[in-house]
Each structure stands twice: as structure tokens, then as C-alpha cells.
């Protein structure tokens, strides 16, 4: 039996199971291209601040925080901005630092509500099948597989669709919850190690 027959076996409940499976591949291919891409652009642009820094070029850090994605350039600019007092400036600098972890974790939401949910979706779509077998069985007026099979498959594949929707929805999850920490967490370091240089170079 094909996908297409599957499918169509498995009721109207099917169709919204697949919108919510395609959206949990289009998310998580998404951010996927975007984390690779934030760690590329941030490691690049780290390394080119680092060098101006070393080189005591900061006349051309504002050109080059002009000419990258604001995700890296807000906590950038945080560390040349003048600040009234330590805790003044540590404080900005974990604003911006939120501000970044917020557009990393931008749609993740998506996979969880979608990995909580779509058994849910499926065992609605167990519950229809059942009322249609009992339906099925009055109309016909006995009892009988032959007379619940058709209804009895449609309860089946919806509950097996809602819970295969929703393990890869979660496996996805928290698969990107890990890489988002990663990169958060080393777009961190290289920033405290940038703020070092910068705070060395002041004195």
C-alpha cells in the first residue's frame, strides 16, 4: 500500500497532520541554515573586530558592524558603547546578548506546539473512527469485522500519524535546542574574549 492510499485510508484528520509535518521540516531546515549561517558570519565578524583591535584600527569597527546582520552587531556595538558604570555596561551587554539568544530561538515554538499537539490531533482521529464503526455497525445492524474494518484502519493510521508527527517534531526540538546553546554560548565566549582585548588596550 502507497503513501497516497495511506493517506487517504487515514481520514480528513490526515490533513492536518501533514500541513503540521511540513511545517516541522520547514522550521527545523530553517533554522538549521540560519544556525549555520549565525556561526559563520559571527565567527567572521569576531575575528575581523579582533584584528582592528589588536591593530588599534577602531575607527573602522562602526564600518564593519554597519555591514553584518544586527543579530551580531547589537551585542557588538555594546562593547564600545559608553556606559555610566560597570554594572551600567554589563547590564547592556546581557540585554543584547537576550536580544540574540530571542532570534535563535525565533519559531522554535513551532516544533514544540506542534510536538504536544499532534498526538492529540490523532487521537481525535481515533475517537472519529471509533463513532464511525459504532455508526457503521448500527447501520448495518450486526456486529463484525467486515463491517468496523474500514472505520477501525482510518482510528489506526491517524493515531500512528499524530504520534509519528509528533516524535519528529520533538526530536527536532530538542535537537536545535542543543545547537542554539552551542552557538549562543560560543557567540558569548567570543565576545568576552573580544571585551577582553578591548578593556586591555583602554588601559
Not at 59 to 76: G, Q, R, S, T
Not at 90 to 104: D, G, I, K, P, Y
Not at 152 to 166: F, H, K, M
Request: net charge positive; with cysteine.
Amino acid at each position: 500500500m502507497g503513501f497516497i492510499e495511506i493517506f487517504k485510508e487515514g481520514g480528513f484528520i490526515m490533513w492536518p497532520l501533514l500541513i503540521f509535518s511540513i511545517a516541522v521540516w520547514v522550521v527545523t531546515i530553517q533554522k538549521i541554515l540560519f544556525l549555520n549561517k549565525f556561526k559563520k558570519d559571527s565567527k567572521h565578524y569576531l575575528d575581523e573586530a579582533s584584528k582592528l583591535i589588536i591593530s588599534k584600527d577602531l575607527a573602522k569597527l562602526e564600518w564593519l558592524y554597519k555591514n553584518c546582520p544586527d543579530v551580531i552587531a547589537k551585542a557588538h556595538y555594546a562593547v564600545f558603547e559608553e556606559a555610566i558604570s560597570k554594572d551600567d555596561y554589563e547590564a547592556r551587554l546581557q540585554r543584547r546578548l537576550s536580544e540574540t539568544n530571542h532570534e535563535l530561538k525565533k519559531n522554535l515554538w513551532i516544533l514544540g506546539t506542534i510536538g504536544s499537539s499532534a498526538p492529540f490531533i490523532g487521537l481525535f482521529g481515533t475517537v472519529w473512527g471509533i463513532m464511525g464503526s459504532f455508526k457503521a455497525i448500527g447501520t448495518a445492524g450486526k456486529a463484525g469485522f467486515s463491517v468496523v474494518a474500514g472505520t477501525i484502519s482510518e482510528a489506526l493510521i491517524a493515531t500512528a500519524a499524530g504520534i509519528i508527527v509528533a516524535v519528529f517534531a520533538v526530536i527536532f526540538y530538542n535537537y536545535l535546542q542543543i545547537k542554539i546553546s552551542e552557538a549562543a554560548s560560543d557567540f558569548k565566549n567570543g565576545l568576552g574574549d573580544m571585551v577582553d582585548q578591548f578593556n586591555t588596550l583602554k588601559r
